[in-house]
T-cell receptor
Framework: DAMVIQNPRYQVTQFGKPVTLSCSQT?????MYWYQQKSSQAPKLLFH???????NEADTPDNFQSRRPNTSFCFLDIRSPGLGDAAMYLC??????????????FGPGTRLTVL | QKEVEQNSGPLSVPEGAIASLNCTYS??????FFWYRQYSGKSPELIMF????GDKEDGRFTAQLNKASQYVSLLIRDSQPSDSATYLC??????????FGKGTRLSVIA
């Protein structure tokens, strides 16, 4: 089945220790998104790619970086995680003809714990 | 700042009843409206979308849109315990990414 896969599902890191979360998709969608979601809060968009065109949200901290080496894969790098970065990180995709779309397909998420 | 507002709940309804979930949005130019369901500890899943004023039905779910009042709702008929989840309203405006509300937690009591 076509899907969005995230690895790992659970990630524990230490304060300040860099971490990379990965996302892959078999849907061949050209738009990919990274969201941060904390308990009882809305998913917060960090950035998105339209193909290789990177779009950073204005309030995304510099501590968060992303890479999309090809259509299928996208990575979220947190350079120096703080306690406040503990959250669920969601990857999503959408197919699109020129702008972000509302029908998004989410991966299962990575739960990040910062010790 | 585009905003999407939802009552956080919890909204408790008995099994078999109609659950009514409401959402308001601030951007009058918004064009498309989406309802996502999110089970605890899981990722959001799209259940319905609506673009035009009026009602749109899909099985037990009905989405209702009133652009003049900037209001969108989701009705769930014959609610089941398996419908217990958080329902996220999301709004798309122009060329900007989807904006999510915080969600309403629904609890269906058997």
């Amino acid at each position: 089945d076509a899907m969005v896969i995230q690895n790992p599902r659970y990630q524990v890191t230490q304060f300040g220790k860099p971490v990379t979360l990965s996302c892959s998709q078999t849907l061949n969608h050209n738009v990919m998104y990274w969201y941060q979601q904390k308990s009882s809060q809305a998913p917060k968009l960090l950035f998105h790619y339209y193909d290789k065109d990177f779009n950073n949200e204005a309030d995304t901290p510099d501590n968060f970086q992303s890479r999309r080496p090809n259509t299928s894969f996208c990575f979220l790098d947190i350079r120096s995680p703080g306690l406040g970065d503990a959250a669920m990180y969601l990857c999503a995709t959408s197919r699109d003809t020129g702008r972000p779309a509302g029908e998004q397909f989410f991966g299962p998420g990575t739960r990040l714990t910062v010790l | 700042q585009k905003e999407v507002e939802q009552n956080s709940g919890p909204l408790s309804v008995p099994e078999g009843a109609i659950a009514s979930l409401n959402c308001t949005y601030s951007d009058r130019g918004s064009q498309s409206f989406f309802w996502y369901r999110q089970y605890s500890g899981k990722s959001p899943e799209l259940i319905m979308f609506i673009y035009s004023n009026g009602d749109k039905e899909d099985g037990r779910f009905t989405a209702q849109l009133n652009k003049a009042s900037q209001y969108v709702s989701l009705l769930i008929r014959d609610s089941q315990p398996s419908d217990s989840a958080t329902y996220l309203c999301a709004v798309l405006s122009g060329n900007t990414p989807l904006v999510f509300g915080k969600g309403t937690r629904l609890s269906v009591i058997a």
